[in-house]
């Protein structure tokens, strides 16, 4: 095991991260910009690193930085959590070449995966279903042509996009040269890269993902799925396990295809598998791969009753999977709803600002994960998840009533966040229900304006 372990992260995956090592017996190394030197990972960790600006173009994503902190700390391994530079495989191989375990799969499955087109490729080679569709597309007429033949609607999906950016849905070819620009045009400014693709648009389809996770002993399993349809311009806000859709046929086949997956490709450590289902929940169809942690892993761990950071921790440092993940088995039903510091009645406005109070809710089957605290100052600069409340009870039925419980507790006072928004979808009879998909926000909000 290691004996140090640098977290290049913030918020509250870096607090996760430092307390599994805790419980590890591993000491841990905080980096952290001039806007987050009161933020909880910074006083938690054995040991803190200021490593640039406010900006996360100056401190977070700057590999440079990251990797003189783990030097001048005597890290042996760094652990990215998500988002930032957790998928990037230019960072894997620098922290490869500098004898730094990097916490997750190698740079060339990060490469491989990472980028879209390749992925459907790998996932047609390993007859994972995948939607009809194009390789990367340069010519804007051509591209056109490639959008007739499978027939609008489409997707239009920059290659090296995230987080529904660099993603337009075109339902008319005479949108089409405008919507291909815009994507193309957003990607090349979020990530350096406007190659764009296209997919056959399913409609009102439903978003589930699949963790999975191996090691280096040749384990590979995956421990269930996630119903992540529940977003905000394709931005999740509640996700729930197991999905109230999936037929345990349709689980099963979803299940065994992601695991002939990733023992394709090799993959070692946790990674999401994503997919679309159709309304009618009989056929699925791969849409991309997530080669990190997520931000909603704990309603996997509280169904499966597992921790997921130690394992991958633990997967770098050579060891096996636990035997209680390999023997994992549902028991139960998760929901998380992610708790942002913006105004839902204000077009989801930031609400960055200090936070006068601070009560988070409790009791059985609660949980929270947060940085945040009475006092603190969300910043302006980055995300505005400010904490991850998850309930956890015996059925749905009973989630619900306690997820909706926890919300009416929840006190923040100081700045706006989405709790009432959350509290309105809890209370719909389609989500009761379980009748939703990942169109089902927007037309909400639209009923909401008429």
Same mark, same amino acid.
């Given at each position: 095991?290691?004996?140090?372990?640098?977290?290049?992260?913030? $918020?509250?995956?870096?607090?996760?991260?430092?307390?599994?090592?805790?419980?590890?017996?591993? /000491?841990?190394?905080?980096?952290? *910009?001039?806007?987050?030197?009161?933020?909880?990972?910074?006083?938690?960790?054995?040991?803190?690193?200021?490593?640039?600006?406010? *900006?996360?173009?100056?401190?977070? #994503?700057? =590999?440079?930085?990251?990797?003189?902190?783990?030097?001048?700390?005597?890290?042996?391994?760094?652990? =990215?959590?998500?988002?930032? !530079?957790?998928?990037?495989?230019?960072?894997? /191989?620098?922290?490869?070449?500098?004898?730094?375990?990097?916490?997750?799969?190698?740079?060339?499955?990060?490469?491989?995966?990472?980028?879209?087109?390749?992925?459907?490729?790998?996932?047609?080679?390993?007859?994972? +279903?995948?939607?009809?569709?194009?390789?990367?597309?340069?010519?804007?007429?051509?591209?056109?042509?490639?959008?007739?033949?499978? $027939?609008?609607?489409?997707?239009?999906?920059?290659?090296?996009?995230?987080?529904?950016?660099?993603?337009?849905?075109?339902?008319?070819?005479?949108?089409?040269?405008? &919507?291909?620009?815009?994507?193309?045009?957003?990607?090349?400014?979020?990530?350096?890269? $406007?190659?764009?693709?296209? %997919?056959?648009?399913?409609?009102?389809?439903?978003?589930?993902?699949?963790?999975?996770?191996?090691?280096?002993?040749?384990?590979?399993?995956?421990?269930?799925?996630?119903?992540?349809?529940?977003?905000?311009?394709?931005?999740?806000?509640?996700?729930?396990? +197991?999905?109230?859709?999936?037929? +345990?046929?349709?689980?099963?086949?979803?299940?065994?295809?992601?695991?002939?997956?990733?023992?394709?490709?090799?993959? %070692?450590?946790?990674?999401?598998?994503?997919? &679309?289902?159709?309304?009618?929940?009989?056929?699925?169809?791969?849409?991309?791969?997530?080669?990190?942690?997520?931000?909603?892993? =704990?309603?996997?761990?509280?169904?499966?009753?597992?921790?997921?950071?130690?394992?991958?921790?633990?997967?770098?440092?050579?060891?096996? !999977?636990?035997?209680?993940? !390999?023997?994992?088995?549902?028991?139960?039903?998760?929901?998380?709803?992610?708790?942002?510091?913006?105004?839902?009645?204000?077009?989801?406005?930031?609400? +960055?600002?200090?936070?006068?109070?601070?009560?988070?809710?409790?009791?059985?089957?609660?949980?929270?994960?947060?940085?945040?605290? *009475?006092?603190?100052?969300?910043?302006?600069?980055?995300?505005?998840?400010?904490?991850? !409340?998850?309930?956890?009870?015996?059925?749905?039925?009973?989630?619900?009533?306690?997820?909706?419980?926890? #919300?009416? %507790?929840?006190?923040?006072?100081?700045?706006?966040?989405?709790?009432?928004?959350?509290?309105?979808?809890?209370?719909?009879?389609?989500?009761?229900?379980?009748?939703?998909?990942?169109?089902?926000?927007?037309?909400?909000?639209?009923?909401?304006?008429?």
């Amino acid at each position: 095991m290691f004996k140090r372990v640098l977290v290049a992260n913030r $918020g509250e995956i870096a607090l996760r991260i430092i307390r599994a090592c805790r419980e590890l017996g591993v /000491e841990s190394v905080a980096v952290y *910009s001039e806007a987050d030197v009161d933020s909880m990972h910074v006083q938690l960790a054995d040991e803190a690193v200021c490593i640039g600006k406010a *900006s996360s173009k100056e401190s977070y #994503l700057k =590999p440079d930085r990251i990797i003189a902190a783990a030097e001048i700390t005597e890290s042996e391994a760094i652990h =990215p959590g998500y988002g930032f !530079l957790s998928e990037n495989a230019r960072f894997a /191989e620098i922290c490869d070449s500098c004898n730094i375990r990097f916490i997750g799969p190698s740079s060339k499955v990060i490469s491989m995966m990472g980028d879209k087109a390749t992925a459907r490729a790998t996932a047609v080679a390993n007859g994972v +279903p995948i939607t009809p569709g194009t390789d990367i597309l340069t010519d804007p007429k051509f591209a056109l042509e490639e959008a007739r033949r499978i $027939g609008f609607p489409v997707m239009i999906k920059a290659t090296a996009g995230g987080g529904g950016r660099g993603m337009r849905p075109c339902f008319d070819e005479k949108d089409f040269h405008s &919507l291909f620009d815009a994507a193309s045009n957003e990607a090349q400014a979020a990530f350096g890269n $406007g190659d764009c693709y296209i %997919e056959k648009l399913v409609l009102n389809p439903h978003h589930i993902e699949f963790q999975v996770i191996a090691d280096q002993h040749g384990n590979f399993i995956h421990l269930g799925e996630r119903d992540c349809s529940m977003q905000r311009r394709n931005q999740k806000i509640i996700e729930e396990c +197991p999905s109230p859709l999936l037929s +345990p046929e349709l689980r099963q086949r979803m299940g065994e295809a992601s695991v002939n997956l990733i023992r394709a490709i090799g993959y %070692e450590n946790a990674g999401t598998i994503e997919y &679309l289902v159709d309304d009618k929940g009989t056929d699925f169809y791969f849409m991309e791969m997530n080669t990190r942690i997520q931000v909603e892993h =704990p309603v996997t761990e509280e169904v499966m009753g597992c921790e997921l950071i130690k394992e991958q921790i633990r997967i770098a440092a050579g060891e096996p !999977l636990s035997r209680h993940v !390999l023997d994992a088995s549902p028991r139960g039903h998760s929901i998380e709803c992610r708790i942002n510091a913006e105004d839902p009645y204000n077009n989801f406005a930031p609400s +960055p600002g200090k936070i006068d109070l601070w009560y988070a809710p409790g009791g059985k089957g609660v949980r929270v994960d947060t940085h945040v605290y *009475s006092g603190y100052t969300v910043p302006p600069h980055y995300d505005s998840m400010i904490a991850k !409340l998850i309930v956890t009870a015996a059925t749905r039925e009973i989630a619900i009533a306690r997820m909706k419980r926890a #919300l009416s %507790e929840f006190m923040i006072r100081g700045i706006k966040t989405t709790i009432p928004f959350q509290l309105e979808i809890l209370n719909h009879p389609d989500f009761v229900s379980g009748n939703y998909d990942i169109g089902w926000v927007g037309r909400f909000l639209e009923e909401k304006k008429a």
